[in-house]
């Protein structure tokens, strides 16, 4: 099954008016952000997740992101792709490009990065934050749509909800960062220790402050062309997810690495892992116990 994270309307945008079945998942980190619709599209179940809620009410700072990823985890979604607005930080990446990020630093300050902080210490590798198979795929799926596709580039994620100052946006160019948004961390992060695979598409809805406005553009002026750009973003992306999932549904990918990035991350000793911290995360660890415990029989 294949999770859908995106901004307000995007479900709508992907299905029309087939809103499929409403699943309402409770998890231990919470309730997610929105009801999880998940349809069908070219025999491939997609799970459909409205990251800023019903409405856009929830700020980057508050979307419940381990509820999110661990809702999707438990309805059995193994592939996750996301989208998300961004300012663009490059000449080159113009409003309404699309951009499939290949690393991300990471700004974000008040939200929680791990799911494992109770009862065991996991550390997942996390040099290549986007899965490179999700990535090929999508790429490979990229000449299918009429927009411009980058296919690498660097995403700075920071806390918001203001934007940057003009002396911060020029420091991330200084960086090599390419694009500036506020939602893919932690949820890359926490889809990797769910060991799903994740990409992100981002949406480039206008220049971040480095590089000015025209003089004498009106603040409406700019705020409706903001609006007009991630609308046509949005449309974009779309086009790009259902070529995507075509592709996905034509040549299923291989198992990946990211589906058993637990391996080599967790440092206890699984044989304490008691049944309470088990059951709390209930279904994350259960293929890493398992495999652990097939392996301590076979030795
Ligand atoms: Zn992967």
Redesign the pocket.
Known sequence: MIGLIGGTGLGEALMGDSRGTEHVIDTPFGMPSSAIHVVEWNGIELALLARHGEGHTLNPSQVPYRANIYALKKLGVT?IIASGAVGSLRDQIKPRDLMLCHQVIDKTHRRIPTFYDVGLAAHVEFAQPY????RALLEAAASKVNATVHTRGVYVCMEGPAFSTQAESTMHRAWGADVIGMTTMPEAKLAREAE????LIALATDYDCWRGHEPGTSKQALLNEIIGNLREATANAVALMRAGIDTFAENP?EP????TALDLAVWSDHEKLTEDVRRHYDPLLNRYVEAARAAQKAT
């Open positions: 592939h899965c490179p198979q999700l799903m695979c994740y990409a990918p990946c690495a990211c589906h």
